[in-house]
């Protein structure tokens, strides 16, 4: 494989070599974990409590019992490490992203790959061989968390890819979720008005930036592998499954090959969602596991439930940077945007320098007009941190005026996830601006830098 401009030592296409280069690389960002940890929430409480401290290492669980399989989770836990996959910082993690999705390449069919090793079919196809855990004490049982389910369009061959949690139903079945409004719905439509059921493959464990590209906001004619080529900075290799051709990544840990039938409805449910609910909302649909591919000692990639940070960063940093870009290109007196985890996928706070009055009302209705997650926006001048919740709170608590500085929109599309929507999917927007704005009277109190460094001097190691 030629190498690309964009490529480093952490974008060889398993996560095994990921793990092992990042892990000499910055082995103070990963955790590693000998002893033994129970495969029902220990994973979760472990990730919990770190984040209690403000830490989001990766861990590598060596030893979890019931399981024959390693776990390697909280991949995603800190955006400073997935900025390390595109060789930036934090700061240049939006642009970055989309300077290589915008580099998007179709994958490159091989002949075999890793994910081949093993083969299981017929009723040798046993589900409770996974290795699975449990997340919430809520949790309806084990859980795939990091399962990316695709489906080809038959006629085009495009792709989708998409994230769907799912339990064990049944030896050879998964009861599932899918989302009524996805691309993967639509084609499950599609193969009903055909009369058949769906083929589609469920990949488990692949490289992290394969699994960002999966949760990329794409048309339906465009397809999530060529992403995943483009933020590699080379072709997706991929193999096709036995039984439908389907083409999935060469070097994932584990593929389940089978079909989803548009007519079966299944129990699924309650999951600890982004939200930080556990939510029994689902489509109930059921997937049959026709063939098994695996590595011969699979690593489980496990994602984080809930609104852990990595479950939230995920999802949402593909949107954001789409957001970001619009925003930028749109009102270039924009400094800075983030999604706050304490807002899950719902708050978003924008740093500007306001040139003209009205400007920041602008920016809150363009971002809730483009993001159909967001419900809230707050817009902060150029010198509030935004990273930091307690300082966006402090500039609404200084620059505020709900009876002028509030816009409120009603009856728009909601998540089915939000816990306070209406039964119909619908919710309202707000927007808040906490500028100074014209008029504005107050200087605000500041410690110089030369001061802050001294401090920091005597400080060090005090505490």
């Known amino acids: 494989m030629s190498k690309s401009p964009h490529a480093t030592t952490y974008h060889a296409q398993d996560v095994r070599h990921f793990l092992s280069t990042y892990t000499a690389a910055q082995p103070d960002d990963v955790i590693e974990i000998d002893a033994p940890v129970s495969d029902d929430q220990d994973a979760t409480a472990?990730?919990?409590?770190?984040?209690?401290?403000?830490?989001?290492?990766?861990?590598?669980?060596?030893?979890?019992q019931g399981l024959e399989s390693p776990v390697l989770c909280n991949i995603f836990g800190s955006r400073t490490r997935i900025a390390r996959l595109f060789d930036t910082d934090e700061s240049g993690l939006h642009a970055a992203y989309q300077a290589r999705s915008r580099a998007a390449m179709p994958c490159e069919l091989v002949t075999t790959g890793p994910v081949m090793e093993q083969v299981i079919s017929g009723d040798d196809v046993d589900l409770n061989l996974?290795?699975?855990?449990?997340?919430?004490?809520?949790?309806?049982?084990?859980?795939?968390?990091?399962?990316?389910?695709?489906?080809?369009?038959?006629?085009?061959?495009?792709?989708?890819?998409?994230?769907?949690?799912?339990?064990?139903?049944?030896?050879?079945?998964?009861?599932?979720?899918?989302?009524?409004?996805?691309?993967?719905?639509?084609?499950?439509?599609?193969?009903?008005?055909r009369g058949e059921p769906m083929p589609v493959a469920m990949i488990i464990g692949g490289h992290p930036l394969f699994m960002l590209a999966a949760s990329a906001r794409l048309a339906f004619e465009e397809d999530e592998r060529a992403i995943a080529g483009g933020l590699m900075g080379a072709p997706l290799e991929v193999v096709e499954t036995p039984k439908y051709g389907i083409r999935v990544p060469a070097h994932a840990e584990i593929v389940l090959e089978g079909v989803i039938d548009p007519d079966a409805s299944v129990e699924e449910g309650p999951f600890g969602e982004f939200t930080g609910y556990s939510s029994d909302r689902s489509t109930n649909n059921l997937f049959t596991v026709e063939t098994i591919l695996r590595r011969e000692s699979p690593i489980l990639v496990s994602v984080a439930g809930g609104n852990s940070a990595e479950h939230l960063n995920l999802g949402r940093i593909p949107r954001?940077?789409?957001?970001?870009?619009?925003?930028?290109?749109?009102?270039?007196?924009?400094?800075?945007?983030?999604?706050p985890s304490s807002g899950t996928h719902f708050h978003a706070y924008v740093a500007m320098n306001q040139s003209r009055e009205g400007e920041a009302r602008q920016v809150m209705l363009g971002l809730l007009g483009w993001d159909q997650y967001l419900k809230n926006v707050i817009?902060?001048?150029?010198?509030?941190?935004?990273?930091?919740?307690?300082?966006?709170?402090?500039?609404?608590?200084?620059?505020?005026q709900p009876?002028?500085?509030?816009?409120?929109?009603?009856?728009?599309?909601?998540?089915?996830?939000?816990?306070?929507?209406?039964?119909?999917?619908?919710?309202?927007?707000?927007?808040?601006?906490?500028?100074?704005?014209?008029?504005?009277?107050?200087?605000?109190?500041?410690?110089?830098?030369?001061?802050?460094?001294?401090?920091?001097?005597?400080?060090?190691?005090?505490?």
């Open 320 to 339: 954001e940077a789409e957001m970001v870009e619009k925003l930028k290109a749109r009102f270039p007196s924009i400094t800075a945007v983030h999604y």
């Open 403 to 463: 009876h002028r500085d509030v816009v409120i929109i009603e009856g728009l599309p909601g998540n089915a996830l939000d816990p306070s929507a209406s039964g119909i999917g619908t919710t309202s927007r707000m927007g808040l601006d906490a500028t100074r704005g014209p008029g504005f009277h107050g200087t605000r109190a500041l410690i110089s830098e030369a001061a802050q460094k001294r401090a920091a001097d005597l400080l060090r190691g005090k505490g």
């Open 130 to 193: 996974l290795p699975m855990l449990k997340h919430f004490e809520t949790d309806a049982a084990k859980y795939i968390t990091s399962g990316i389910i695709l489906g080809e369009d038959p006629e085009s061959g495009i792709g989708n890819l998409s994230y769907h949690r799912a339990m064990i139903h049944a030896k050879n079945q998964l009861a599932t979720s899918l989302h009524s409004r996805g691309h993967l719905w639509r084609l499950l439509n599609m193969a009903k008005d």
């Open 379 to 400: 817009v902060v001048d150029a010198d509030v941190d935004i990273t930091r919740d307690e300082e966006v709170l402090w500039a609404l608590s200084s620059h505020f």
């Open 46 to 64: 472990m990730i919990w409590a770190l984040a209690a401290k403000g830490q989001y290492p990766m861990l590598n669980l060596k030893n979890v």
